[in-house]
């Protein structure tokens, strides 16, 4: 970010109440903890904390301005911009920026495997340009903006998250980073309460297309059958990446061995290569094969592309393979959990040999409606996987143990009403060679499970 204080008031439509016009602003934060010289401070107004009252303390520590909502200014510090709404001028100003930006911006989006996705491209599109990418999952209204507004011409390109909970949020997103390209990984449950089905919830994603231009391309992943059924049905160009022989980009050969997965992948023009990923799980080789399809459309060497995708490792709490001192292996997948993600997880444990393998699934929360059919299910699923142990976490995720014993009625199950519960049997349970995976959403922070596993 280099805009002059003036520039973004013009940007966002503010008036400047006071400060210099002229000052240079070379960042933004909506964290005064975080500000420094030259930094664009971005009061967000939330429902605990109205971080306003922070805007001496920003600058204090450095801000060359401010955003403000409450039209008065006080006496000292820099320049203030009266607007009607911080988060709204934040992404204008974003979108101004991003208008300067000559280099290709590929968003990523879709109900499960965003960040992983965003990960993996970043680093395929690496191998031949340097690259601005989203930091850890920055994908909201507020961390997009935050995220287009690091661009500067020392980067050749850039790979956005963007996320998106209700109606209307992409289109809001998707004008301020204005993606060439983007990939959509799958349509799945996730905040299906506020979206109410899954057709909404793919015709938002798709708003992630509203800035394409003619050169512009999407995805999409051929094993998602809410994606596949949009072959032929988009007006501009579609790559779809899967397992299906139809796929513009294919992986075949997949073997999977513990903590690693190798393919072999086919591309467009006949080109073919393997690639060897330090992650377990077939969902890595799609998400592998999305960063592959967006390295090549932007010129960079597939062979190139693909070495350099062996460099990923799991970010925190996805699906990371950890050793406890106890010899337990545990796959810490305790960032988040939906019923797609925790099929595709259920999927790794089954890979798992030489001991017990046990499931721990706690509550997934924003199903609304779908909440007891989506737990049954997952619990279905599980029994099918051939988990030797089921351990269930939360109110919502007693029907995981219903539908797993339905589903088989022999299961060993132990519902737990929290998580130190569940800890605790745990602890008493597992042994050396078994295999733990622990996932759930984050508002029900198994990350507390993992860290008394791993004592």
Request: glycine content about 10%.
């Amino acid at each position: 970010m280099r805009m002059t204080v003036k520039e973004a008031a013009a940007a966002c439509g503010g008036t400047l109440l006071g400060g210099d016009p002229d000052a240079v602003l070379t960042s933004a934060s909506t964290d005064s903890r975080e500000i420094g010289p030259g930094a664009l401070f971005v009061p967000i107004a939330g429902e605990r904390t109205d971080a306003h009252r922070f805007i001496g303390r920003a600058f204090a520590a450095g801000a060359a301005a401010a955003l403000t909502q409450e039209g008065r200014v006080s006496p000292g510090g820099g320049a203030w911009i009266a607007v009607d709404d911080t988060r709204r001028a934040l992404q204008k100003i974003a979108a101004a920026w991003r208008k300067k930006f000559a280099g290709p911006v590929v968003g990523v989006t879709g109900s499960v495997g965003k960040t992983t996705t965003k990960e993996m491209a970043a680093l395929a599109v690496s191998a031949g340009k340097k690259v601005l990418k989203t930091e850890g999952n920055q994908n909201s209204q507020i961390g997009v903006p935050l995220t287009v507004l690091r661009l500067s011409p020392e980067y050749a390109a850039a790979v956005v998250e963007m996320g998106m909970s209700e109606f209307g949020e992409m289109s809001r997103i998707a004008a301020v980073a204005a993606p060439d390209y983007a990939i959509l990984t799958n349509i799945g449950l996730s905040h299906i309460g506020q979206l109410k089905t899954k057709q909404n919830i793919r015709s938002e994603k798709l708003h992630i297309t509203d800035r394409f231009h003619a050169g512009s391309a999407l995805f999409l992943n051929g094993d998602d059958p809410m994606l596949a059924a949009l072959r032929g049905r988009l007006p501009f160009e579609t790559v779809f990446y899967g397992t299906r022989p139809w796929c513009d980009f294919r992986a075949d050969e997949i073997r999977t061995a513990g903590a690693s997965v190798e393919f072999r992948f086919f591309a467009p023009g006949g080109e073919t290569g393997r690639a060897r990923l330090a992650v377990p799980g077939v969902h890595s080789v799609l998400d592998a094969l999305a960063g592959l399809a967006a390295a090549q459309r932007l010129g960079v060497p597939l062979q190139k592309a693909a070495a350099a995708l062996a460099a990923y490792r799991p970010l925190a709490m996805r699906l990371q393979v950890r050793r406890a001192k106890s010899g337990v292996t545990v796959l810490d997948d305790s960032y988040n959990s939906s019923p797609d993600a925790a099929k595709s997880s259920l999927d790794v444990l089954a890979g798992f040999s030489g001991g017990k393998r046990v499931a721990v699934l706690a509550d997934m929360l924003e199903l609304g409606a779908y909440s007891r059919r989506a737990h049954e299910e997952v619990g279905r699923y599980a029994a099918k996987a051939g988990v030797d142990l089921l351990v269930t976490v939360g109110e919502e995720a007693r029907a995981v143990a219903e539908g797993a014993l339905a589903q088989r009625p022999g299961l060993e199950c132990r519902v737990c009403r929290d998580n130190a519960q569940a800890a605790a049997f745990l602890r008493k349970t597992l042994g050396a060679g078994d295999a733990v995976l622990v996932k759930g959403s984050r508002g029900m922070k198994t990350d507390e499970i993992v860290a008394e596993l791993l004592k």
